[in-house]
C-alpha cells in the first residue's frame, strides 16, 4: 500500500473510534453555555491548533450565536504580554481580563494537552487551572489521553493514535472534523450555511 492510501485509512480508522458519546456531551456543553448560563466560549490553543481555534470561534458564533473568543485572533495583545510578562500566562490573562466565571466555557484544542513536568503547553494548563478556579468548564479535543487537558477537562474527546509518527497531522485535522460536527448538530446550528 501506498503512503497515500495508508495515511487515509488511519482516518477511517480514527474515525471508527471516536467517542460519540464524548462529542454529544460536547454539544450539550455548549448547549448549556448558551441558553441557560448565557456564557461564553472562549476557544484556546497554540501553533496549528491555534489557527483551528480561530476558525472554530467562526463557527460558534456565525453558525450557533454563542459568543465565542480565540485569544490568539488578537495579536497585538498576544505578543505585547508575551513580552512583557512570557508566553506561559497569555491565556489565564486574557481569561482574567475578559471576567472568565463559571458560566463561562474553555474549550481546548491540543495534540497533547500539556505536560507540567516536560513544560509543554504550559499556557493551556495555567488557562485550564485558572477556568477550574472560577468554576467554569473545560473541554477539549486532544491526540494524547495522559495529557493535562486530557485528565483536567470535564468532557474530553480524544483522537485515537492509531499511528504514533502521525499524531501531530490527525489530531489537528480530526479537531476540525470534530467542532464542524458540533457545530452542525441540530442542538446547536441556528444558522444555515451558505452551501
Known amino acids: ?3 497515500v492510501e495508508n495515511y487515509f485509512n488511519e482516518v477511517v480508522e480514527i474515525a471508527k473510534q471516536i467517542f460519540v458519546n464524548k462529542v454529544e456531551e460536547a454539544v450539550n456543553v455548549l448547549k448549556t453555555t448558551r441558553d441557560i448560563c ?10 496549528g491548533s491555534a489557527g483551528n481555534a480561530s476558525h472554530m470561534v467562526n ?10 473568543y480565540c485569544p490568539t485572533d488578537n495579536v497585538p495583545e498576544l505578543t505585547a504580554r508575551t513580552n ?25 484544542l491540543s495534540v497533547g494537552g500539556g505536560d507540567e513536568e516536560r513544560n509543554v503547553s504550559v499556557g493551556l494548563i495555567k488557562a485550564i ?5 472560577k468554576e467554569g468548564t473545560v473541554i477539549s479535543i486532544v491526540g494524547r489521553n495522559n495529557g493535562y487537558a ?17 499524531i501531530t497531522p490527525h489530531s489537528e485535522a480530526f479537531q476540525a472534523v470534530i467542532w464542524h460536527c458540533i457545530i452542525s448538530h441540530p442542538d446547536l446550528q441556528i444558522n444555515k450555511t451558505k452551501w
Open 1 to 3: 500500500m501506498s503512503f
Open 129 to 133: 487551572k485558572y477556568a477550574k478556579q
Open 38 to 47: 448565557e456564557g461564553r466560549v472562549f476557544v484556546l490553543g497554540v501553533g
Open 150 to 166: 486530557a485528565t483536567h477537562s470535564d468532557t474530553t474527546i480524544f483522537v485515537p493514535a492509531v499511528e504514533p509518527t502521525r
Open 59 to 68: 463557527d460558534l458564533r456565525k453558525l450557533c450565536g454563542i459568543e465565542a
Open 84 to 108: 512583557d510578562e512570557g508566553f506561559d500566562t497569555v491565556f489565564e490573562e486574557y481569561l482574567r481580563i475578559s471576567k472568565f466565571s463559571n458560566k463561562d466555557t474553555i474549550f481546548v
